[in-house]
C-alpha cells in the first residue's frame, strides 16, 4: 500500500519504535499523567486548606514568567549560535545590513578578521574543555569542601565546553599611540553550549548551568616592549565596558530565572567580574623579572575630563494627558557614565528645554576606547521613560581639548544635548598650582563640589610586622583612606600580620595645600586599630615629581610596624588655548542620532554632535605623549683587549699564532662592528659608537668577539652588560672578562650621558669634543634633538582638485624618518615623534618634507637648529609657514633640544683669569685606566706591587625606585702575593650589625691573578634608613685548602656607609688595609 505525502508545512508523525518496549512506554504514559497532577495539585490544596485562591494565581503567575523567560533565553542562545556559525550568510542578507548587527571588521575598515584565530580556537577548545574540566575537580573542588563543612560533599559531575568556541569577531591594533607598546581591541563573542553540572549530596542539592552567552571588547596590552625574549615584558587585559552576559541555568539554579531575580543574578555576576576584569581593574600577565608589575596593574591616568551638562532642546514629552490626545511635559534628568564612573543630574519639573548648568569630573584611564554615555530620562512615581542617550568618543576630546557642541539624542524622535567637554592633562610640577586653583575659584557650577585643582593616586602595597590581636592570633588587616569626606577601603588580607594589598585608589583634591591623607589600619571587624597615619598632602608638593614612593612608620602601633605606599599627586591643567572662540550654535532640527545627510552622529565628519557649528580655533601649541623626549643616549668607548686566543695556529696547532679580532656590539636591534686588526692578541681599537635608547626592563648590550678569517670567523668571546647597570652608575671605566673562552678580557668606557638645557655647556663640551679622535672617525654628538610632527594646515589640493593623502619625511644630515600617510585632508595629523643624533647644532639644519604619498609636494620646511638655541628651554612649538605651497599651509610641531653632557670635560680657569669668561682650560675629570700602564700590563709580578698599595673598586648606591642597596665588586689591583704562584683571589662581605649574618656575599675565585676582574653586583632590600645606618665590612682573601700553610688573608676594608652619598652613588677604588700580627 502506497504510503500517504505529508502535505506542505507538516511533518509526518513518525511510527513507534519496533525497539520501544510496552514497559518503556508504559512509564512514559505515568510520567505524563504525573506531571498533569502535580501541576494540579496546589489547586487542589489550596481549595481543601481553604487557602486565598491569590496564592494560587500569584504562583501561577511566577512559574509562567519562569517558563517565559527560559524559553526566552534558549531562543537567544540559539539566534546567537546560527549567528556566530553562518556569519558570511548572515552579512550578505539585505534584510540584516544594519550597524548593529554587523561585525566590526565590516563596519570600521582597521579593525581586521582574524578567521585564522577562530580555527585555533575551534580545533583546541576539546583540549582547554579538558584542562578546566582537570582544573575544576582536583583544584577548584577541592578547595570549595575545605572552606565550609556544608559543602563537604560537593562535586562537579558534569563539565563540558561543548562544540561551540568562542570567536573573535574582529581585532584592531593601536601602534601609533606608543612605540614601547602594541594595544590590541579584541571583539569577543561566545554563544556556547557549555554545561557544568555541581551536586551536594549531603542536601540532595543539584544545580549547573546549560549555556553562556558573553559579548565584549576585550583590550590586550603587550607592555614594555624589550630587546630580549620573550620580547614583552607583560601581558595586560580588560574590558574597556562591561559585557553582555547571558547564562541559562539549570537545576536548582532555574529559580535564577525568575523574573526579578534573573536581572539580580546576572548583575551579581558581572559585578565579580567587573572587580577583576573592567576598568580600572585589569589582569596582569608578567612575562620576566624585575619587572615593576603595580605600574602596569594600576598605571596613572591618561587625563581627567571635566563634563558641563548644560541644556537640552525639544525633548519628547512624555507625560501626556488623556491617554495621548494632548502633550505634556517631561521632568527631564541625565544619567552621565564613563566606566564605572555614573552620576545623576537633578530633574527639571515641567520642562522640554531643561537647563542643568551642572558640572562633573571624570578620571579616564584608557584612551582610545572609553566613551562618554549621556542617558535622558523622564522622571516618573513608576517606571522612568527614556528621553534618548549620546555617546562620545573621549580621544576626541583629548585631541580637541574643549569640546562645546550640541549632540543629537538617538533613539527618540527628537531633542538634542548640549554639552561641553575639557581635557585636563596631568602635570607631574607645581609650577602652576596657584593658577589653577585661582582658576577654579572663579567657576560656579550648581554641583556642591568645586573644581579639582589635582588627582591624588594612592597605591597601597604592604605593611610589617602589624600588632597581634589578643591570644596571640594574626590580624586580618584593612585600610580606611580618607581625604576630607571621601573615604575608600581596602581588601581585606586574613590572618596575617604582614598583608600584601597591592591596591590603588584615586582621589579628586581641591587644594593640595591645606588637605590631609589619612591611613586607619584595622582588624576585619573593624574594631581593633592597628595604626594610623597621617600625611600632609603639602608635603608631597615638596618632593621630585611630586611623588613619594617609601615605608612609613605607623603611629599608635608597634615599634617596627610600617606600611608601604606610593603616592602620586597631578596637577589638573586645561590649556590656555583650549578655549572655543564663540559658543556653539543651538540646533536648527533634531533627528534621531543622525547628522547631516544622514550620517550617524558618531561618524559625521562635521563634529562630534553631528551638528553644524563654526571652525573651532586651531591649537597654538602641540600635546605630545608624556613620554615624549624622554629617550637617552648611550656611549660606548671600545678601547682595547688583551690575552685573546690565537686561532691562526699553523702545522696543526704545534706552532702558536696570532689572530685578527673585531667586535661585534647589539644593543636594542642596532648592531655595531669593529675594525679588525691584523695578528694582535692584546688589539687596542680606540673606537667610538652612540645609540639613543628606551629605559626598558631587562635591556642588555651584548659584546662578541670574533676572529676574522677567510672562510669562517672564529669565536673569541662574549659577555653581556645590563643596561640598568650603566644608567645606575652613569660612567663605568673597566675591564671585562670575556665568557665561553679561556682567556680574555675587554676594555671598555661607557657612559649614560645626562641631558641637560644649559646652552653656555654646550661650549664647553664642543671645546673637549674637538680635542678627541678616534679610529673609526666618529665626532662624539653633542646634543639629541626631539621633533613632534602633530598637524598640519591649509595644504594644496591635488592636481585632479582631490584632497591630498598626506605623509611627511624628517631629515636631518644624512638621516631620515617618515611619518605615516594620512587619509585624504588638506588637515592631516600625525602625532609622531623622532629623534636625531647632532654633532653640532650650530650648524646643522632640519629639513621636513610633506608629499602626497611620496609624490607631488606638498610644501616643505628648514628649519637651521641655531633657531631651537634661540627658543627658552632650547624647546620650539608652534607653528611654521611651508615653503612653496599657499601661503596658509603650515605644519606645527616641537623641537627640543637636550645637551649631552659628559663627565669626561670639565671647565677649569687659570687663577689669574678669574674674571675673563671666556678663558678656560678642558681637561679630562676622569682620567681613563687605560691610560695607567701599570694596569695596562695585565701581567704584573709580586715584586712590582710590593711598593703600591693593594686596593678594591667597588660601587655603591642606593636605588629609591626599587628600594634596594647595590653593592658591585669590579675588581682588584696590586695584590700582595700569597705563594710562589700569586693568589688565588676572592672577595667577601658582610653588612654590619648583622648577627646572623644574612647580608653575607662572596665572589667567585680567580685563580692565579694579583690583578682580579669581578664585576658582581649584589642586592640587599633595606630601606634607605637601614642602609645608611650599616658599616661595610670586606675582606680579600686567598683560596686555600684546609691543609695549606698559605696566607689566607689578603687585607680588609671597613666602611660607614653613613660617610657616602647613597642616592647619588659612588664608584672608586679603595685601599686595604694588610693583615698585621
Request: with cysteine; hydrophobic share 40%; proline share 6%.
Amino acid at each position: 500500500m502506497p504510503v500517504a505525502k505529508a502535505e506542505p508545512g507538516t511533518v509526518a508523525a513518525a511510527p513507534a519504535s519496533p525497539e520501544q518496549l510496552p514497559g518503556e512506554r508504559a512509564a512514559s504514559v505515568l510520567w505524563s499523567f504525573g506531571k498533569c497532577l502535580a501541576a494540579l495539585l496546589p489547586v487542589y490544596l489550596a481549595g481543601y486548606y481553604g487557602f486565598n485562591i491569590s496564592l494560587v494565581l500569584f504562583g501561577l503567575m511566577i512559574y509562567m514568567g519562569w517558563k517565559h523567560g527560559r524559553l526566552e533565553k534558549k531562543l537567544r542562545l540559539k539566534s546567537a549560535m546560527y549567528l556566530l556559525e553562518n556569519e558570511r550568510e548572515f552579512i550578505t542578507q539585505k534584510v540584516f545590513r544594519t550597524k548593529m548587527d554587523l561585525s566590526p571588521w565590516v563596519n570600521f575598515p582597521d579593525v581586521e578578521k582574524v578567521e585564522w584565530l577562530n580555527k585555533i580556537l575551534q580545533q583546541a577548545w576539546p583540549f582547554i574543555g579538558q584542562f578546566l574540566e582537570k582544573l575544576l575537580v582536583e583544584t577548584i573542588a577541592p578547595a570549595i569542601r575545605a572552606s565550609s563543612t556544608h559543602l563537604q560533599t560537593l562535586n562537579f559531575t558534569k563539565v563540558n565546553l561543548g562544540e561551540k568556541a568562542l570567536r573573535v569577531t574582529g581585532v584592531k591594533a593601536h601602534t601609533e599611540h606608543d612605540k614601547r607598546q602594541v594595544m590590541l581591541d579584541l571583539q569577543l563573542s561566545y554563544a556556547g553550549d557549555v554545561e557544568v553540572n555541581v551536586e551536594i549530596k549531603k542536601y540532595l542539592c543539584k544545580a549547573g548551568v546549560k549555556g553562556i552567552q558573553l559579548h565584549g571588547k576585550l583590550r590586550v596590552i603587550l607592555e614594555p616592549l624589550i630587546g630580549d625574549m620573550p620580547l614583552v615584558g607583560a601581558i595586560t587585559m580588560f574590558f574597556i565596558r562591561r559585557p553582555k552576559l547571558d547564562i541559562n541555568w539549570t537545576g536548582l539554579t532555574n529559580l535564577l530565572d525568575i523574573p526579578g531575580l534573573n536581572a539580580m543574578s546576572d548583575t551579581m555576576i558581572m559585578d565579580a567580574i567587573a572587580s577583576h576584569l573592567v576598568l580600572p581593574n585589569r589582569l596582569t600577565v608578567p612575562l620576566v623579572a624585575d619587572l615593576h608589575v603595580a605600574q602596569l596593574r594600576s598605571p596613572l591616568p591618561r587625563g581627567v575630563v571635566r563634563i558641563h551638562l548644560l541644556e537640552a532642546e525639544d525633548l519628547t514629552a512624555k507625560d501626556t494627558v488623556i491617554k495621548g490626545l494632548i502633550d505634556g511635559k517631561s521632568d527631564p534628568y541625565a544619567v552621565l557614565r564613563v566606566g564605572t564612573q555614573i552620576f545623576t543630574s537633578h530633574h527639571v519639573d515641567s520642562n522640554l528645554n531643561p537647563q542643568w548648568r551642572e558640572m562633573y569630573e571624570v578620571i579616564v584611564h584608557e584612551v582610545p576606547g572609553q566613551e562618554l554615555e549621556v542617558e535622558v530620562f523622564d522622571k516618573d512615581p513608576d517606571q522612568d521613560d527614556f528621553l534618548g542617550r549620546v555617546k562620545v568618543d573621549l580621544d576626541i576630546v583629548k585631541k580637541a581639548r574643549v569640546v562645546d557642541d550640541w549632540f543629537n539624542l538617538r533613539d527618540v524622535p527628537s531633542g538634542s544635548l548640549h554639552l561641553r567637554l575639557e581635557w585636563l592633562s596631568l602635570l607631574s610640577s607645581a609650577d602652576r598650582l596657584s593658577e589653577v586653583i585661582q582658576k577654579n575659584q572663579d567657576l560656579t557650577s550648581k554641583t556642591a563640589d568645586p573644581p579639582s585643582a589635582a588627582i591624588l593616586a594612592v597605591y597601597l602595597d604592604q605593611a610589617h610586622d602589624l600588632p597581634m590581636r589578643k591570644g596571640n592570633k594574626d590580624p586580618s588587616p584593612i585600610v580606611q583612606i580618607s581625604i576630607q569626606d571621601t573615604t575608600k577601603e581596602s581588601k581585606t588580607c586574613y590572618g596575617t600580620n604582614g598583608p600584601v594589598w597591592e591596591d590603588a585608589f584615586t582621589f579628586f583634591i581641591h587644594d593640595p595645600q591645606k588637605q590631609d591623607i589619612d591611613f586607619q589600619v584595622k582588624d576585619d571587624d573593624h574594631t581593633l586599630s592597628l595604626g594610623s597615619l597621617s600625611i600632609p598632602l603639602s608635603r608631597i608638593l615638596a618632593t621630585p615629581e611630586l611623588t613619594m614612593d617609601q615605608w612609613f612608620q605607623l603611629e599608635n602601633s608597634g615599634s617596627a610596624s610600617r606600611i608601604y605606599i606610593k603616592i602620586v599627586l597631578r596637577v589638573l591643567w586645561l590649556h590656555d588655548d583650549a578655549t572655543p572662540a564663540t559658543p556653539s550654535p543651538r540646533p536648527s532640527s533634531s533627528g534621531s542620532g543622525m547628522g547631516q545627510g544622514g550620517i550617524p552622529a558618531e561618524l559625521n565628519p562635521m563634529g562630534p554632535g553631528g551638528l553644524a557649528k563654526p571652525q573651532p580655533t586651531r591649537p597654538q601649541n602641540t600635546t605630545p605623549d608624556p613620554e615624549f623626549a624622554t629617550e637617552g643616549v648611550l656611549r660606548i668607548h671600545l678601547v682595547e683587549a688583551q690575552n685573546l686566543i690565537a686561532k691562526d695556529n699553523f702545522m696543526g696547532g704545534m706552532v702558536k699564532g696570532k689572530s685578527d679580532p673585531y667586535v661585534k656590539i647589539r644593543v636594542a636591534g642596532i648592531t655595531f662592528r669593529s675594525h679588525t686588526i691584523k695578528e694582535n692578541l692584546n688589539p687596542i681599537w680606540n673606537e667610538l659608537y652612540e645609540v639613543i635608547l628606551t629605559q626598558l626592563p631587562g635591556q642588555e648590550i651584548q659584546f662578541e668577539l670574533f676572529d676574522k678569517d677567510i672562510d669562517q670567523d672564529d669565536f673569541l668571546g662574549r659577555f653581556k652588560l645590563n643596561l640598568r647597570d650603566i644608567i645606575s652608575a652613569q660612567f663605568i671605566d673597566t675591564w671585562y672578562t670575556l665568557n665561553d673562552v679561556k682567556s680574555g678580557r675587554v676594555h671598555l668606557m661607557l657612559e649614560w650621558l645626562p641631558r641637560v638645557s644649559d646652552l653656555p655647556r654646550l661650549e664647553q663640551i664642543l671645546q673637549y669634543q674637538s680635542q678627541q679622535s678616534y679610529q673609526n672617525k666618529v665626532v662624539p654628538s653633542t646634543a639629541v634633538l626631539f621633533v613632534y610632527v602633530e598637524r598640519a594646515h591649509g595644504l594644496p589640493f591635488k592636481k585632479g582638485g582631490k584632497e591630498p593623502k598626506a605623509g611627511a619625511e624628517i631629515i636631518l644630515k644624512g638621516v631620515s624618518y617618515k611619518t605615516k600617510i594620512c587619509e585624504r585632508s588638506t588637515s592631516p595629523r600625525w602625532d609622531e615623534a623622532f629623534h636625531f643624533l647632532v654633532r653640532d647644532p650650530r650648524d646643522e639644519t632640519l629639513t621636513i618634507k610633506l608629499s602626497h604619498s611620496w609624490g607631488q609636494s606638498l610644501g616643505s620646511l628648514t628649519l637651521p637648529l641655531r633657531e631651537v638655541l634661540l627658543e627658552p628651554g632650547l624647546v620650539l612649538d608652534r607653528w611654521l609657514s611651508l615653503d612653496g605651497v599657499l601661503p596658509e599651509s603650515q605644519i606645527l610641531l616641537r623641537a627640543t633640544l637636550k645637551i649631552l653632557d659628559t663627565q669626561l670635560a670639565v671647565c677649569r680657569r687659570d687663577p689669574g683669569d678669574a674674571g675673563n669668561e671666556g678663558s678656560g682650560e678642558f681637561i679630562p675629570r676622569w682620567v681613563p685606566s687605560h691610560l695607567d700602564l701599570r694596569h695596562r700590563s695585565g701581567f704584573s709580578m709580586a715584586s712590582d706591587n710590593s711598593n703600591s698599595t693593594s686596593q678594591v673598586k667597588l660601587t655603591i648606591v642606593y636605588s629609591t625606585e626599587e628600594s634596594r642597596l647595590f653593592i658591585t665588586i669590579h675588581s682588584c689591583r696590586a695584590l700582595a702575593a700569597c705563594s710562589k704562584d700569586g693568589a688565588d683571589p676572592y672577595v667577601s662581605f658582610i653588612l654590619l650589625p648583622d648577627k646572623r649574618a644574612t647580608t653575607k656575599r662572596r665572589t667567585a675565585t680567580k685563580k692565579r691573578d694579583l690583578n682580579p676582574e669581578f664585576n658582581e653586583r649584589f642586592d640587599f632590600d633595606f630601606t634607605l634608613e637601614e642602609s645608611i645606618q650599616r658599616r661595610l665590612d670586606l675582606s680579600v682573601k686567598n683560596s686555600v685548602s684546609f691543609m695549606s700553610r698559605e696566607r689566607e688573608l689578603i687585607g680588609k676594608l671597613q666602611l660607614d656607609l653613613d660617610q657616602i652619598d647613597l642616592k647619588a652613588g659612588v664608584t672608586q677604588w679603595y685601599d686595604l688595609v694588610a693583615e698585621t700580627n
